[in-house]
C-alpha cells in the first residue's frame, strides 16, 4: 500500500496559500507532472506514420454518428411597451424610439417623450440602447443612463417618467 504514495508528501511539510476564492474547502498540493497511462507512442519514423495511417484507414467501419446541422438560428429582438402591452420586432441596426413621425417605434400620446428620445443599436456583442440628449431623459434601473447600455434579455427601462419598456430577445429562423 505504500507504494501507492511514493512521490506524494505530507501537507504540514509543504508551504500552501491560503485560498483566496470563496466555494474551496479542501487544501491543494500540486506535485509534478504524470504522464497518462494508456497513450500509444507516436510512430518514429515517416515510413511507420504512413502504416500507421494505412492501418486505420483499412480499420474504419463508418460507424461515426452523423452530425445533424441546424439551420442557421437567428435573434429577434423585441420591445414590449408597459402601457399598451404592445410588441414590436426590431428590425434594423438602428431603431429609433420618439414622437416624431420618422422614428421606428411612434409614440404619440405622451408629450414628454422627445421626437428622437433613444437609440437601440446592434452591434457584434449585442444591442445597445442610447439617450438622444432627450428632453427628460432614458433610465435604467431608475438611473439616468449618460452613455451606451447593453441590453440584456428581460431588462426595463424608461423613457422620460413614465414609458416603460422590456427588452426581449427570442431565438428563431
Known amino acids: 500500500m505504500e507504494d501507492i504514495f511514493q512521490g506524494w508528501q505530507d501537507k504540514k511539510n509543504k508551504y500552501i496559500p491560503p485560498v483566496r476564492q470563496k466555494g474551496f474547502s479542501q487544501d491543494v498540493l500540486v506535485r509534478e507532472y504524470i504522464p497518462p497511462l494508456n497513450v ?10 504512413i502504416i500507421h495511417k494505412k492501418s486505420e484507414d483499412e480499420t474504419y467501419d463508418g460507424g461515426e454518428p452523423t452530425v445533424l446541422i441546424e439551420p442557421a ?5 423585441f420591445l414590449k411597451r ?3 402591452g404592445s410588441m414590436e420586432e426590431i428590425t434594423k441596426k438602428q431603431w429609433i424610439i420618439g414622437k416624431s413621425a420618422e422614428a421606428d417605434y411612434v409614440i404619440k400620446d405622451n408629450p414628454t417623450v422627445s421626437r428622437n428620445h433613444a437609440k437601440i443599436q446592434f452591434k457584434e456583442d449585442g444591442y445597445w440602447l442610447t439617450d438622444l440628449r432627450s ?12 452613455e451606451p447600455v447593453r441590453l440584456i434579455n428581460g431588462m426595463k427601462f424608461r423613457l422620460s417618467e413614465d414609458e416603460e419598456f422590456e427588452f426581449t430577445i427570442r431565438m428563431g429562423r
Open 82 to 84: 408597459a402601457k399598451t
Open 135 to 146: 428632453s427628460n431623459h432614458t433610465y435604467v434601473d431608475g438611473e439616468q443612463i449618460l
Open 40 to 49: 500509444e507512442p507516436e510512430p518514429e519514423s515517416a515510413e511507420e506514420k
Open 73 to 77: 438560428m437567428r435573434i429577434h429582438a
